[in-house]
């Protein structure tokens, strides 16, 4: 990936999430070199950047840490078809966080993954800090294509506390 569509995607990071959950510009640029982080997008006839995904793809999942449309194009049904693509080919349990569904925004959010056949699990998941002097973040995890049970649910926190953020999962229960 070039800077010039590393840049373009995180220009729609900035303004599609709270600062709360992104990693600063560096960190997000150190992530391309991790062997289970990728990125996915969707151009426009002249190569800008419309939307990405990125995601962690381990052996037993696939966990979606951020997608977004550019501001100007959103509800065009690009972040519908980027994530349909994706989810078609993991053959994998697929994760991703969201905003506890405590208002109107993060509703309609969860009813975007719920249309794509995403389950809102019940567990209490806090998200590690991304940046340093944050405070841990509590987040919901959805799952594709089946609910899981709790014990599935630890499993899967604890992979993406080691592996995505870093942390043990053990000191975060």
């Given at each position: 990936m070039n800077e010039?569509?590393?840049n373009e995607i995180f220009a729609i990071m900035e303004a599609s999430f709270p600062v709360s959950e992104l990693r600063t510009y560096s960190?997000?640029?150190d992530?391309?070199?991790h062997p289970n982080y990728h990125l996915y997008t969707s151009k426009d006839a002249e190569g800008r950047i419309?939307?990405?995904l990125a995601a962690w793809e381990f052996p037993g999942l696939r966990f979606i840490e951020h997608i977004a449309v550019n501001p100007a194009l959103r509800s065009g049904g690009?972040?519908?078809k980027l994530m349909s693509s994706y989810i078609a080919r993991s053959g994998k349990p697929v994760l991703l966080e969201v905003e506890p569904p405590d208002g109107e925004l993060e509703q309609r959010r969860i009813g975007f993954y719920e249309r794509l056949g995403f389950h809102l699990n019940p567990?209490?998941?806090m998200q590690p800090p991304l940046r340093a002097g944050?405070?841990?973040l509590p987040l919901r995890i959805m799952t594709y294509p089946e609910p899981v049970t709790m014990e599935e649910f630890h499993?899967?926190?604890d992979i993406l506390y080691t592996d995505v953020y870093q942390v043990s999962g053990q000191s975060r229960v």
């Open positions: 010039t569509e590393f960190g997000q640029r992530l391309l070199n419309l939307a990405f690009i972040g519908n567990y209490d998941y944050q405070a841990d499993r899967f926190r």
